[in-house]
């Protein structure tokens, strides 16, 4: 793990913030006691010094040797090879998904949104040419996930001692590589999909953050009039008591 990685105690762990502050932070104004770790991804970008076929095989077969949830790796005769990764999901925004209505022949698809139950994980089966991008690109299409892949990032994130050590991936990272590099337990090495950090979004064009900024306010609105219709059957539900209460004899 390299030790530029930001670590901090558990308890320590970043939260999210709201619609609002998101939209600052897009503008480029950090919040105060924020946790930068902006650097990493220059660090992350460091190039492995990858094993070569017989390590690989090597490495392989203590991996299987060492797994207890039957995850095991499988070596291909060109020298890749398959794997299952865990991603635990700490989106701390509602994601926007497809449903599809009167299955059939007329059917068709809406969107609504939702918050991922804290801590979710899944479990994804990838090859070693995988990179970081795709890796998020299956995640999202594999629960029909309608938002933008670029709004998040891969994380790695190793425990030591009382510490928690995070550290986000770069786009050209292999997931897989890693996993094995690591071993199968998940206290060496995890994988944690968030949304972007705090102070990540320099490295983004201004049209890119305008139309970040658009699909924030596109949601913000779905969610508004999600609430809006909420109360208001409510609302109809509280005057047709009333109503019935009151309703001269």
Known sequence: ?????AGKSQRDYVIGVGF???KILFLGQTPPGSIRMGNDVQKERETHSYLSKEEVK???????SSVTDKLKMTLNSN??????IKVQMELYRPITVQTSVNPGEHAHNNETSFYLPPGYVNKLHISSINTVREVIEALLKKFLVFDNPAKFALYKRCHKEDQVYTCKLSDREHPL???????PSTETL????HEHETGEWEAFSLPELQNFLRILDKEEDEQLQILKRRYAAYKDKLEEALGGVWKPG
Do not use: H, W
């Open 1 to 5: 793990m390299p030790a530029s990685c």
């Open 20 to 22: 609002e502050v998101r």
């Open 58 to 64: 090597e490495k392989i077969q203590n991996y299987n």
């Open 79 to 84: 020298g890749t090879y398959t794997g299952f």
């Open 177 to 183: 590589y890693l996993r094995l590099v690591a071993g």
């Open 190 to 193: 995890s994988f944690v999909l």
